[in-house]
Structures are given as structure tokens and as C-alpha cells.
């Protein structure tokens, strides 16, 4: 029986894989590239601004330059989900989970190579650690991809770029003044705040890409509760009979 079973879902599996990947060109032309490719440009310019500057580059000003930088590719990155033929792709045997990983896989591979580019122009003498600087990009990247994925599964709209990134903006201009101070999320290297600080950025980076694995499934469709046929009660039947 589970020979069978396993037997059968084999031509299913294969047909799903098979379209998968007759998506792969059309997804590939519908990528917001030229959005991408302005974010990743501005960012590469603010990461370069302290060694345009010509004078000595602080470490705080070093650590802001890749603030500025990673905001500005993840400003870019809110345009990913832009699908203006959202309504014809979502009648294909694929799942949406499917779909906007696809877009994904296209963009991670030259974000990794951007973000490293992006940390070689800061000067090594003023560059904050790796490791931790890098958390605060990807969050901010999951943040705007969950805004868009959030859009789509609320609205599902085509094109929610524009307000998610207009939101990410505020959100970011606002948040240095807002966020509690014991949380110490935009703190300077060498500050005694900076590991606690990175320990709140895991958190937000784990609740992002929480919420960007719930947008992307889709939504379940209640089905509409079948009326029932009034009938008549049986004495009424009766009576007629005997008329």
C-alpha cells in the first residue's frame, strides 16, 4: 500500500517540480531589478561616504555608514513582491510560499556579495564587527520583506513596494527615537550596551522572519455554508392530499 501510495504521488511531485521550474524565466523578468539595483547603489555610496570624506572616520561614523547602507538595500528589497500579474500567476499548481522564494533565491546570492563590498569600503580601523553589523542588515531586510508579504496576503495587491517602503523609512527615522533605551539597538561599537543590544536585534530578526513564513502561506477560503431546502412540515402535506 505505501508502494502504491509513494508510486502515485510521484507524477504529482514531478508535475509540481516541472512547473516550478517553467517559472523560473517568467519570475526572473517580473524581479523589481531596476529597484534592487538602486537601493544596492545608494547603499554602496553611503557605505563609502566616511573614506570619501578624507579626514578620520570614527567607528561611530563607520557604523552608521552600513546602517545607512543596509537601509537603503532593504528600502529596495520592499519592491520584491511587486507582481503586476499577481492574479495570473496565482492559478499555477504552486504554492505562494514557493513562489516568493523563488524571488528570493534570485536576489540572496547578490545580496551576500553586495553586503560584503559594502563592508570592505568602510575603513578597516573604523569598520564595527562583522558578525554583529550583518544582523542588523538581515533584519532589516526579513522587516521589509514581511511588510510586503503581509500586503500581498492582506491585500493582495500587486504592487506594495511603494507604502512598504515608505513605512520602512518612517519606521527607521522614528525608531532611534522611540525605541526604550535598555533595549540599546543603535549603540557604537565599544559600548557596554552592544552585546545586550545585538541580543534584542536576534529577536527582531527571529519575529521578522516569523512573520514573513506566515504571510507567505496562503490563506484558507472558508467555504460559503450550503442552505437547506425549507420543507414543508408533513401535516401541511397531509391536508393538501386530502383537498
Do not use: Y
Not at 35 to 51: C, F, S
Amino acid at each position: 500500500m505505501t508502494a502504491t501510495r509513494t508510486a502515485g504521488n510521484t507524477p504529482a511531485r514531478a508535475s509540481r517540480r516541472g512547473v516550478l521550474l517553467q517559472l523560473v524565466r517568467p519570475v526572473a523578468r517580473t524581479v523589481p531589478w531596476w529597484a534592487l539595483a538602486a537601493g544596492g547603489g545608494l547603499g554602496l555610496l553611503a557605505a563609502a561616504l566616511p573614506r570619501l570624506s578624507g579626514g578620520e572616520v570614527t567607528p561611530w561614523a563607520g557604523v552608521n555608514a552600513l546602517r545607512a547602507a543596509a537601509l537603503c538595500f532593504a528600502l529596495g528589497a520592499a519592491f520584491l513582491l511587486d507582481d503586476p500579474a499577481r492574479q495570473t500567476t496565482a492559478a499555477v499548481p504552486v504554492r505562494r510560499v514557493l513562489r516568493h522564494a523563488l524571488r528570493c533565491a534570485f536576489v540572496l546570492p547578490a545580496a551576500a556579495v553586495w553586503w560584503t563590498a559594502a563592508v570592505l569600503l568602510v575603513p578597516e580601523e573604523a569598520r564595527p564587527p562583522a558578525g554583529d553589523i550583518t544582523l542588523e542588515a538581515a533584519t532589516a531586510l526579513a522587516l521589509a520583506l514581511a511588510g510586503a508579504a503581509f500586503a500581498v496576503r492582506r491585500r493582495g495587491t500587486g504592487r506594495p513596494g511603494q507604502a512598504v517602503a515608505a513605512a520602512l523609512l518612517v519606521a527607521a527615522v522614528l525608531a532611534p527615537l522611540l525605541t526604550p533605551s535598555e533595549w540599546s539597538l543603535f549603540t557604537a561599537p565599544g559600548d557596554p550596551r552592544w552585546a545586550d543590544g545585538h541580543g534584542h536585534w536576534t529577536l527582531l530578526l527571529c519575529a521578522a522572519l516569523l512573520a514573513v513564513a506566515v504571510c507567505c502561506v496562503e490563506p484558507v477560503r472558508r467555504l460559503q455554508p450550503v442552505r437547506r431546502l425549507r420543507t414543508r412540515p408533513a401535516r401541511a402535506d397531509k391536508e393538501g392530499l386530502g383537498a
